[in-house]
Nanobody, 123 residues
Framework: QVQLVESGGGLVQAGDSLRLSCAAS????????MAWFRQAPGKEREIVAA????????YYAGSLQGRFTISRDNAKNTVYLQMNSLKPEDTANYYC????????????????WGQGTQVSVSS
């Protein structure tokens, strides 16, 4: 089982960009689909993006496609989330998650989670 550590969050202004990273331990990273979720205070945790184990297929929440890009480097055991044109409503704690096999958009399908990294966007 992999362990996940996110980094790259911070406080930015609207319109800025951030790149989140999620580093995974273990030798089987390429067997895992990876996903980014986010949770704002008082709201449900929601999927942001997901990527297949090979990186060949991706999924984005409809409202985020075009601004966010998920990618992975299996040689570095790392998944990334590039976030452009950030908006105040993107403010949330961002989590990466892993599951064996193909990705899923349902958070309960993911058993392995990182601790989260906070993204705050000021207007």
């Amino acid at each position: 089982q992999v362990q996940l550590v996110e980094s790259g969050g911070g406080l930015v202004q609207a319109g800025d960009s951030l790149r989140l990273s999620c580093a995974a331990s273990g030798r089987t990273f390429s067997s895992y689909a990876m996903a980014w979720f986010r949770q704002a205070p008082g709201k449900e945790r929601e999927i942001v993006a997901a990527i297949s184990p090979s990186g060949g297929r991706t999924y984005y929440a409809g409202s985020l496609q075009g601004r966010f890009t998920i990618s992975r480097d299996n040689a570095k055991n790392t998944v990334y989330l590039q976030m452009n044109s950030l908006k105040p409503e993107d403010t949330a704690n961002y989590y990466c998650a892993a599951r064996i096999g193909d990705y899923d958009v349902w958070r309960y399908e993911y058993k392995t989670w990182g601790q989260g990294t906070q993204v705050s966007v000021s207007s």
